[in-house]
């Protein structure tokens, strides 16, 4: 058994695909910490309902997990961390989205851009704003637009909260993440990031 008797009741629940869907991220995720803490999969004291930010019972760390149509992440740290994942070439509506959703920081650094490194640059911003809001527990529709970049660092402060993360953006084959922890965790410059163990399929 890979799996506890709640998540597969709460599958059950569920329409065949995001079933499917449900249980393979489950497992995934189990079979990863069960490695990491070097137990079996079902015993990974990890509560991951449907629709919910999946979190570990204290004092075992915190996880989180983004997935795009070909891969899934799932990052673990001893302290709150945030994941996004994308893929590299992913096409967005990008002078759009800044219009939208960007602070005047934020739109002030990317005006005059060219159509691509717009896209990579709008790109990057929404990946670590998307980590953010999950580090938050946070909504994308009531969040995103609060949630600013720093144009220098790969830093975001919450505008209407206050609250300061920092951000490290990487590069896996052809697809991009973000992890995201409170500067308090990391320090300013994000150097501690590297305790966070992510793994990606």
Request: with cysteine; proline share 7%; charged share 20%.
């Amino acid at each position: 058994m890979e799996l506890r008797d709640a998540e597969l009741v709460w599958a059950q629940s569920l329409p065949p695909r995001r079933a499917r869907h449900y249980l393979w991220s489950r497992r995934w995720m189990r079979a990863v910490l069960a490695e990491l803490f070097a137990m079996p999969p079902e015993a990974v004291p990890l509560n991951a309902p449907p629709g919910q930010a999946p979190f570990l019972e204290d004092p075992w760390g915190f996880v989180s997990i983004s997935h795009c149509p070909d891969a899934l992440v799932v990052a673990w740290a001893p302290w709150r961390i945030g994941v996004d994942l994308e893929q590299s070439n992913r096409a967005i509506p990008a002078a759009a989205l800044v219009k939208r959703f960007f602070c005047s920081q934020e739109r002030d650094a990317l005006s005059g851009m060219g159509a691509e490194p717009l896209r990579q640059a709008v790109l990057h911003h929404w990946l670590l704003k998307e980590a953010a809001i999950k580090w938050q527990r946070g909504s994308l529709a009531k969040d995103l637009a609060f949630w600013c970049c720093d144009p220098i660092r790969d830093r975001l402060i919450h505008q209407r909260d206050g609250a300061v993360v920092q951000g490290h953006c990487l590069q896996q084959g052809v697809w991009s993440l973000a992890l995201v922890a409170d500067e308090a965790d990391v320090g300013v410059d994000g150097n501690s990031m590297q305790a966070a163990m992510t793994c990606l399929i």
